[in-house]
């Protein structure tokens, strides 16, 4: 065979060889493609499950939080309840008549501010402050028989809390509770009060 008849005929190596190329590429990049897709379809989905699960157990310890703050709070409150009641009940009728005695009697209370940072206080029956246990004082001689709760322990005989609102002594945000302090037939002839400012620490800021 001679060179020119070589020539007329394609090499076998040659033969469909960019074409074959470039299918196998195609195939390739294709299967490539689908892998990727799947990957990232596959961490969409779980980055899904992952972020709902987890903002569902968020939830649920948000409100198991809040639910046990509650609980602590209402605790502490009916603590302090407790206490003003039980203070209420021990001053004696003939005090009330002795500002010293009544300021001796509170003095002798020594967790009255660990109960009440905003102090603990004796009105008379017409809501006079007589005797003050307080870090700021100052509260001796002032009306507060038309605020909430000296007037219903004053009028209506009975343990109260009252709303939150501005003191007009100490002037700070606070809410007090007041028992009312009884004579020998019953009758009520002042008011224990303790203060919780909420403006300083309190019990309220070590439970949240």
């Known amino acids: 065979m001679n060179a020119q008849e070589r020539s007329t005929h394609p090499s076998p190596r040659g033969a469909g060889g960019p074409l074959a190329r470039s299918l196998k590429l195609r ?4 299967t490539l493609a689908i892998f990727v897709i799947s990957l990232w379809t596959l961490a969409w989905t779980a980055t899904s499950m992952l972020r709902s699960d987890m903002e569902g157990h968020g939830a649920d310890q948000l409100e198991a939080a809040a639910t046990l703050g509650s609980a602590k709070i209402d605790e502490g409150v009916r603590e302090r309840l407790k206490w003003i009641s039980q203070v209420a009940g021990r001053v004696e009728a003939k005090a009330m008549g002795d500002p010293k005695a009544l300021q001796k009697f509170l003095d002798e209370r020594i967790v009255a501010l660990q109960l009440f940072n905003g102090g603990v206080f004796v009105t008379n029956a017409d809501g006079i402050a007589l005797a003050d246990v307080s870090r700021k004082g100052g509260r001796i001689g002032v009306p507060y028989g038309d605020r909430e709760p000296v007037s ?9 809390m009252g709303p939150v609102m501005v003191g007009p002594v100490h002037k700070v945000a606070a809410f007090a509770i007041a028992a009312p302090v009884r004579d020998g037939d019953g009758r009520v002839v002042g008011s224990v009060v303790g203060v919780v400012n909420l403006v300083e620490d309190s019990f309220i800021d070590r439970i949240m």
């Open 27 to 30: 195939v390739t990049l294709f």
């Open 152 to 160: 219903a322990a004053l009028a209506e005989g009975r343990t109260a």
